[in-house]
C-alpha cells in the first residue's frame, strides 16, 4: 500500500506542477491587460483542488511511511540524518504552508473586487505557495516514480 501511494503521490505532483504553469500563465497575461475571466479562476481552483489532493496522498504517507516510522523512534538520530529530517520535519511543514497559502490565494481573488486587483492577489499568493512548494519538493529523489 506505501508503495502505491508514493507512486500516486509522486504522479499527482506533477499535475500539480503542470497546474502550477498554467495558473503562472493566467497570471501573467492577466497582469498585461487582459481581464480576470473564468479560466483565471478555473487555474486558481484546480491548482487549489490538486494541492488538496497531494495534502491528503502526503497524510497517508505520513502515517504509513517506514522512513517516518523508524525515525519518531528515535527522533534525536533521525534530525541528524538530513535526509530523513527533510521528510519527518520540513516536507510536510512547507507543503502545508503552501496549501495554506494557496487557499488564502484563492479566498483573496474572490474578494478581490476589481481584475487588476485579483491579478495581483493571485500573484503573491499562489506565487507564495509555489515557492514553498517547490523548496518543499525532494529534487534528489526519482523525478518519477512507477513503482
Known sequence: MYEFLLTLH????WLVLLAAVWLVYQIVSGLRGRTYGSADRRAGLLYTGLMDLQLVLGILLLVSSPLVQSALGNLGAAMQNSQTRFFVAEH???????????????TRVKKATDALLKQRQALIWYGLSLASMLLAIPWWRPLLRLG
Open 10 to 13: 509522486n504522479l499527482a505532483r
Open 92 to 106: 510536510w511543514v512547507l507543503m502545508l504552508a503552501a496549501v495554506v497559502l494557496a487557499h488564502v490565494g484563492s
